[in-house]
């Protein structure tokens, strides 16, 4: 069975005691930072120079993923910030491939993001290009939305592809992930989850553990 991940997202989190946050779930995988620029979606989050001092306190590698328009200019910065992954939205992207090409030449993991009514034909033959795909199990924007299962056929044609290809590619789903959502998720071919107030809401490593023990027990 493939390594599960669980990576919290700072939506969630208190911002003004960011590195308290942070401490908090140092059990975790990798940190999932939401850049959101209120023009590819209608939210305000974080910019490159709030990204860098994340980058710098945080105990884990961080997970940056850019919903913001014309990633092909801004996204080699949060690269060369050191995120160890840099996913954009292949809704915004101009040329997917040639970004990827370029994040991963700057040091970083290159991912994809779909929308859930973003179709993954298209990208089925190019997946050896990323590193993670990001399936969204909400309307990227806003943090505490519920899960839509719907989504989750995509999943299953994207891990069929990535094991017929014998890829290391990582599928990652984010929104509305619990303990019941990560079920069914892990299921359909899930290997990395975001979660936000399910982790923060209580005890961190409490949950992510929790988390981590619902998603191994139904792992594809």
Do not use: C
């Not at 850049?35 to 306190?57: A, E, K, S, W």
């Not at 060369?80 to 809704?91: I, K, Q, R």
């Not at 915004?92 to 009514?117: E, F, N």
């Amino acid at each position: 069975m493939a390594p599960l991940r669980i990576n919290p997202s700072i939506l969630a989190a208190d911002f003004v005691n960011m590195q308290h946050e942070l401490e908090r779930i140092s059990t975790a995988d990798l940190v999932h930072v939401d850049v959101m620029d209120n023009h590819f979606v209608p939210n305000l989050t974080f910019g490159p120079q709030m990204v860098g001092r994340i980058q710098d306190v945080s105990p884990i590698p961080l997970d940056v993923h850019l919903m913001i328009d014309d990633p092909d200019r801004w996204a080699p910065g949060y690269a060369e910030l050191g995120a160890f992954s840099v996913t954009f939205h292949a809704e915004a992207a101009a040329d997917p491939v040639a970004l990827a090409r370029d994040l991963r030449a700057r040091g970083a993991r290159a991912g994809i993001a779909v929308k859930p009514g973003t179709g993954v034909e298209p990208y089925l033959d190019l997946l050896a290009e990323f590193d993670q795909v990001l399936v969204m199990t909400v309307e990227p924007g806003f943090g505490g939305q519920s899960f839509m299962p719907e989504t989750m056929p995509k999943l299953r044609a994207l891990r069929e592809a990535v094991e017929a290809r014998g890829l290391d590619v990582w599928l990652q789903v984010d929104g509305g992930i619990t303990e019941e959502t990560i079920v069914t998720a892990a299921a359909a071919g899930a290997d990395t989850f975001v979660a936000g107030s399910s982790v923060f809401r209580g005890e961190p490593a409490d949950r992510i553990a929790a988390l981590r023990d619902a998603a191994a027990a139904h792992a594809h």
